[in-house]
């Protein structure tokens, strides 16, 4: 019954071109891991009043809404989720004023990084290969070869839940550490927009530090097999994928679910795999690990 009056609601915004939506999506279908069973809606908002929309017919109905970029840092769960997932990935607009880029938190991290190299702006080499959306860089702080998206970003626009309202994040008011923001603290918030400021540079020079970046991702990182990125966070003064290895775990199994033999810092999975079988592998690094050097390694990948 609720679920019939959110399913009216959205088809009221389709009709006014304003988002669309698909019912019982397999959630592996969605994610860079491959793995989750479905979503009973899995909602596109081609627009800001998408978004809004989404929102108010899901408070309207009663029905869970979660929000996801490009699904490359969560680990859905094997019976899925009865509610709805706003799905980011039509909120792609991007516009530049002088050094200043602007772009829809749907935005691919990689093809952001493209667009500024093209016009000439330093920034974003490092976002280059990483799988995911603004958003959710945002949201996690992404980084990677000692940059982050913390040193770029200058303002973030959200709709807040809650409130049912617009607002901004400016500056430190982000919070931003290593993989995190405020947006962590309080999960009511879209991220809807995020402003950059970037450095003039030579283009050829840009795209040759990306190419550099994505060459040793290849060669570093298993991305022949579908997996969430690091399965953990760096533990000060340690290397993660290195106390893994050390704790003897490098290439085991937890049925689909595998330590990578190439970087044991990812969890792979082998083809099959289900979310039970990777959470019973992590749960074993983190024991081991504890075992072995009496520190308590934090998840990087989140369960949804
Ligand atoms: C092969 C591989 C390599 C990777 N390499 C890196 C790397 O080098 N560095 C790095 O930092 N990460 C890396 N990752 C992890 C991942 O790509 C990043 O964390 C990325 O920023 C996640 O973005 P996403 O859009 O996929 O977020 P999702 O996985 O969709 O979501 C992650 C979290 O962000 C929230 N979220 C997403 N969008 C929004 C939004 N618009 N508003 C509010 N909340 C939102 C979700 O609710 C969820 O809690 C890698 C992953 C893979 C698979």
Same mark, same amino acid.
């Given at each position: 019954?609720? @679920?019939?009056?959110?399913?009216?609601?959205?088809?009221?915004?389709?009709?006014?071109?304003?988002? &669309?939506?698909?019912?019982?999506?397999?959630?592996?279908?969605?994610? &860079? /891991?491959?793995?989750?069973?479905?979503?009973?809606?899995?909602?596109?908002?081609?627009?800001?009043?998408?978004?809004?929309?989404?929102?108010?017919?899901?408070?309207?109905?009663?029905?869970?809404?979660?929000?996801?970029?490009? *699904?490359?840092?969560?680990?859905?769960?094997? +019976? *899925?989720?009865?509610?709805?997932?706003?799905?980011?990935?039509?909120?792609?607009?991007?516009? /530049?004023?002088?050094?200043?880029?602007?772009? *829809?938190?749907?935005?691919?991290?990689?093809?952001?990084?493209?667009?500024?190299?093209?016009?000439?702006?330093?920034?974003? +080499?490092?976002?280059?290969? %990483?799988?995911?959306?603004?958003?959710?860089?945002?949201?996690?702080?992404?980084?990677?070869?000692?940059?982050?998206?913390?040193?770029?970003?200058?303002?973030?626009?959200?709709?807040?839940?809650?409130?049912?309202?617009?607002?901004?994040?400016?500056?430190?008011?982000?919070?931003?550490?290593? $993989?995190?923001?405020?947006?962590?603290?309080?999960?009511?918030?879209?991220?809807?927009?995020? $402003?950059?400021?970037?450095?003039?540079?030579?283009?050829?020079?840009?795209?040759?530090?990306?190419?550099?970046?994505?060459?040793?991702?290849?060669? @570093?990182?298993?991305? =022949?097999?579908?997996?969430?990125?690091?399965?953990?966070?760096?533990?000060?003064?340690? /290397?993660?994928?290195?106390?893994?290895? +050390?704790?003897?775990?490098?290439?085991?199994?937890?049925?689909?679910?595998?330590?990578?033999? @190439?970087?044991?810092?990812?969890?792979?999975?082998?083809?099959?795999?289900?979310?039970?079988?990777?959470?019973?592998?992590?749960?074993?690094? =983190?024991?081991? #690990? /504890? +075992?072995?050097?009496?520190?308590? %390694? =934090? $998840? =990087? %990948? #989140?369960?949804?």
């Amino acid at each position: 019954m609720l @679920k019939e009056a959110f399913q009216k609601k959205l088809d009221e915004a389709v009709s006014q071109g304003l988002l &669309t939506y698909q019912k019982d999506k397999p959630l592996s279908s969605c994610s &860079t /891991f491959r793995i989750g069973g479905p979503v009973s809606f899995a909602v596109y908002p081609l627009c800001e009043q998408g978004v809004i929309e989404t929102v108010n017919a899901a408070h309207f109905a009663r029905v869970p809404l979660r929000v996801v970029g490009s *699904g490359s840092n969560i680990l859905f769960p094997d +019976e *899925g989720f009865e509610g709805a997932i706003l799905f980011t990935r039509n909120l792609c607009r991007v516009s /530049f004023d002088g050094t200043i880029i602007r772009a *829809g938190a749907g935005i691919a991290l990689s093809a952001l990084a493209l667009e500024a190299a093209k016009k000439g702006l330093s920034g974003l +080499e490092f976002a280059y290969g %990483i799988p995911g959306s603004l958003g959710g860089g945002v949201y996690m702080n992404a980084g990677a070869y000692d940059h982050e998206l913390a040193e770029v970003v200058v303002e973030s626009r959200y709709y807040d839940v809650t409130h049912k309202g617009l607002g901004y994040f400016r500056e430190n008011e982000h919070e931003f550490s290593y $993989r995190h923001s405020v947006y962590k603290n309080q999960d009511d918030l879209i991220v809807l927009a995020v $402003r950059m400021d970037l450095k003039e540079d030579d283009p050829e020079a840009i795209k040759a530090r990306m190419d550099d970046y994505m060459q040793r991702r290849r060669a @570093k990182q298993p991305l =022949e097999y579908p997996s969430a990125g690091s399965a953990f966070k760096r533990y000060p003064g340690y /290397f993660t994928a290195k106390l893994i290895d +050390e704790v003897g775990l490098k290439g085991v199994s937890v049925g689909g679910a595998a330590v990578s033999e @190439k970087h044991a810092g990812f969890v792979i999975n082998k083809g099959d795999a289900t979310a039970s079988e990777v959470k019973e592998l992590m749960a074993l690094i =983190e024991q081991r #690990i /504890f +075992e072995k050097y009496g520190i308590h %390694i =934090e $998840r =990087e %990948i #989140i369960y949804f």
